[in-house]
């Protein structure tokens, strides 16, 4: 099969995230609005395309003192950096429809080189015709090396929020026409 272009299905897919709270437990969180450009093969995503946008205003952690206080300058300052963005520069086959992709994530005014792992999870035509594609991504990053430093000290030692930051999507595409 050829690279085709896809188009993420926002309905049938999340980008999601979770952060240690005082050491001791994981906070949990969505981005509502996100899109993504896909030229791809999906069975061999070995010569894909990939470029993800996130709007940061979206974020969603069920509770709205804390999701203003994220979109704040304290931490994404939204105003200034609006959008997460992924561009795809290198994809390596592991096996069995796993992959991982490296490319420049910006954040925040910071863009470095990461690399997610990407699972293919087939492939199929829905009930109108239209053929979609299936993935799950998961990686790590580290708020620090992006410049989001704000921060509290707990009185029994150690901080309020982490600095490793788990990502995770579920992806379902559609070809486009």
């Not at 099969?1 to 188009?7: D, E, L």
């Not at 109108?128 to 921060?151: C, D, H, M, Q």
């Not at 309020?160 to 070809?175: H, R, T, Y």
Request: net charge negative.
């Amino acid at each position: 099969m050829t690279n085709t272009k896809w188009a993420i299905d926002p309905v049938h897919s999340s980008v999601d995230f979770s952060i240690k709270h005082m050491m001791i437990a994981n906070v949990k969180g969505t981005f509502n609005r996100f899109d993504a450009v896909i030229d791809a093969d999906p069975t061999d995503l070995t010569t894909a395309n990939i470029q993800f946008t996130v709007d940061l205003s979206s974020i969603d952690t069920r509770n709205e003192d804390r999701d203003n206080h994220l979109r704040s300058g304290d931490f994404f300052n939204v105003e200034s950096y609006p959008t997460m963005t992924f561009q795809s520069s290198k994809i390596v086959s592991k096996g069995d429809g796993e992959y991982d992709v490296t490319g420049e994530l910006s954040l925040h005014g910071v863009t470095k080189v990461e690399t997610f792992e990407v699972t293919y999870e087939g492939s199929g035509k829905d009930p109108w015709g239209n053929e979609k594609a299936g993935f799950t991504v998961e990686g790590v990053i580290k708020r620090s090396e992006y410049g989001l430093t704000w921060n509290s000290a707990l009185e029994t030692g150690g901080v309020l929020v982490g600095d490793k930051v788990k990502i995770s999507l579920d992806v379902q595409a559609a070809k486009a026409e």
